[in-house]
């Protein structure tokens, strides 16, 4: 069972568009949302992550929008460019519970078009 | 500072197999994982280790078995390779103290089972 739903599966923008990838989760214990990005050939590296306490986080032009009653977070990359092309991974875990795991989402691979 | 390192890189085996792949931190890190990820199903986790000496099953441990052989060191084993098990493994480390949650990847090990 899919701890955490991912969509879409892909995605493809024009540079400077705004992609958006969104996530959804039922189990109401997490409480620490994380986005990975991943290029070819490399391993994961954390983005940005939200604590559900906060409605939007924003780092750089990365933005996460948190909706604690739906139960969805998404990922929005404004102005986007050639170099954001990567595969993105949104998780989800309970923060402080030691050695806690991470359920990840199955990713959505972007290409930004130049 | 190496962060988490990995070996082998690729590795290609037969049927019935056995090998063992290799992880260091060197962040002084509590918490260690291994996880698989395949095409389409994202990041997913086959065993942690809250801390040295503890070990856990995470959502797919069967074929596998794991060392957490000190603070530094944790090793994933496939004791008789199965087709199933080609994929690509990452193995990570997170400090459990204070407010840090932030999970760091190695760069992946690529096996092929024939």
């Known amino acids: 069972q899919q701890q955490v739903k991912q969509s879409p599966q892909s995605l493809i923008v024009q540079k400077g568009g705004i992609p958006i990838i969104n996530c959804a989760y039922e189990?109401?214990?997490?409480?620490?949302f994380p986005w990975y990005q991943q290029f070819p050939g490399k391993g994961p590296a954390l983005l940005i992550a939200?604590?559900?306490?906060?409605s939007e986080k924003k780092e750089g032009r990365f933005t996460i929008s948190f909706n604690k009653s739906a139960k969805q977070f998404s990922l929005h990359i404004m102005d986007s460019q050639p170099g954001d092309s990567a595969t993105y991974f949104c998780?989800?875990?309970?923060?402080?519970?030691?050695?806690?795991?991470?359920?990840f989402g199955t990713g959505t691979s972007l290409t930004v078009i130049p | 500072n190496a962060g988490v390192t990995q070996t082998p890189k690729f590795q290609v085996l037969k049927t019935g197999q056995s090998m063992t792949l290799q992880c260091a931190q060197d962040?002084?890190?509590?918490?260690m994982y291994w996880y698989r990820q395949d095409p389409g199903m994202g990041l997913r986790l086959i065993y942690y280790s809250a801390s040295e000496g503890t070990t856990d099953k995470g959502e797919v441990p069967n074929g596998y078995n794991v060392s957490r052989l000190n603070k530094r060191e944790f090793s994933l084993r496939l004791e008789s390779a199965a087709p199933s098990q080609t994929s690509v493994y990452f193995c990570a480390s997170r400090e459990t103290s204070g407010s840090q949650n932030e999970q760091f990847f190695g760069p992946g090990t690529r096996l092929t089972v024939l």
């Open positions: 998780a989800a875990s309970i923060e402080g519970n030691t050695g806690n795991q991470f359920y």
């Open positions: 189990n109401t214990a997490f409480d620490y």
């Open positions: 939200i604590r559900p306490d906060v």
């Open positions: 962040m002084n890190h509590n918490s």
